[in-house]
């Protein structure tokens, strides 16, 4: 289940779930350049996809680790790109409820990188390396 296009359907739903509640967007410069630096760097990953190459499910889907564009740094960018567009309005708008709203999809994410990563430590005998040299999220540092 964790490998499946679900986790992608629930961080979905939690974007829409947010937008219409009124807790994603916001007028603050911040948080609109917070957002937009997320959308960029999404359609910047799915960019760096070779043709037919990408999945929604965890499954790998090329011949060889990807290494260029933002994955040169992260190793999850989408859902990088993802949390951060998702914690920026939950930050705008922080209560009790945006709160455990951004801990439970933080939660998600992180479950569904470990998936990954084990799917991709299994296919491809370099992965180890890489995940020595690039961070999974968050450049740098985690």
């Given amino acids: 289940m964790i490998t499946s296009a679900l986790p992608l359907i629930m961080i979905l739903g939690t974007i829409a ?15 609109v350049a917070a957002q ?3 959308v960029g760097l999404n359609v910047w990953a799915r960019l760096s996809f070779s043709a037919g190459t990408f999945r929604v499910t965890a499954a790998p889907g090329g011949d ?31 209560s009790g409820l945006t709160l455990a709203v951004g801990i439970a999809v933080t939660c998600l994410a992180v479950v569904r990188v470990r998936a990954e990563e084990r799917l991709l430590r299994a296919r491809y005998a370099d992965y180890a390396e890489y995940a020595r040299t690039t961070k999974a999220l968050v450049p740098y540092v985690f």
């Fill in 36 to 38: 937009l630096a997320a």
């Fill in 64 to 94: 060889a680790i990807l290494r260029s564009g933002p994955y040169g740094f992260i190793r999850h960018p989408m859902y990088s790109a993802a949390l951060l567009f998702i914690w920026a309005g939950v930050l705008s708008h922080l």
């Fill in 17 to 31: 779930a947010l937008a219409i509640s009124g807790n994603l967007f916001s007028a603050s410069p911040f948080v």
